[in-house]
C-alpha cells in the first residue's frame, strides 16, 4: 500500500454504472476503488470488480464488500483476486480467516464501525484474533473504524481510544464522514480512508474534482 491509500466507494447501481463510475474515480487520482452491493447485487459487484482487473491489476487496489454474506465477499475476492472491507469481525469472516483463506490478501475490517463500539473493544477478543490473524495470515490486515453513525467522522478522542488498543504501528482506515474539507486534519492519524458520498453526487456518479482534491490533499502530505 501507499502510506496514505485512498479508495473511491463505488455505489453501483448497475454493472455499467458502477464500471463507468471507478473508471472515473481512477482517471481522477483515487488509489483503489472499493465497491458494495448497497444498491445492486452481490453478482454486479462481482462483475464490476472483473472488468476493473485490467485498469487495477495490483490486487491491493481494489476491494469489495457484500453487505452480510461474508463467505460470499471472501468467494469473490478469491476467484477475482481481490481484498474485502467488511463492517465486523463476524463469526463468518472469522472462519474464513481462520482457514486461511486470506493469505496476502487486503482484509480492511471495522472495529468500533458506527453502532458497534461499545462490545467488540471492550471485551478485547476480537482486537486479539485479530492481531492473530496480522500476524500469522495477512500482513495486510488493516483495522477500519467510523464516526457513530454513517457520514459522521470519527471524533480525535475516538481515533486516540482506538490507537491505544491496536498499538501506534497499526494500519488504521477511517471509512465514514471524510470529504475534501476535513480529510487533511486526518492524514496524521490514519494511513488508509474509503470516501464515497462526499466524491459523488445524488445519482451516485462521480465528481472527479472532489476525488482530485482529496488525492491531491495526500500528495502534497506525503511530500
Known sequence: MLKRTFYAVIHAHDVAHGYEQALQAIDAGAHGIALIDQHCTAEEVSAIALRLKPRLPDRHRLLVNILNEDAEVMRIAEEIDCGIWADALTGTLQGCLSQGLAVDMTVLCGFGFKYQRETDLETGYLLGLARQYRDTLTKRFVYMTSGRATGLAPTSVW???????????????????????????????????????????EEHRILPEKVRTIAEQMRAYEE
Do not use: H
Not at 170 to 197: D, H, K, R, W
Open 159 to 201: 481515533l486516540r481510544r482506538l490507537r491505544a488498543l491496536i498499538g501506534e504501528d497499526a494500519p488504521l482506515a477511517i471509512a465514514s464522514g471524510m470529504t475534501p474539507e476535513n480529510i487533511g486534519a486526518y492524514l496524521g492519524q490514519a494511513s488508509c480512508f474509503l470516501v464515497g458520498t462526499a466524491i459523488e453526487d
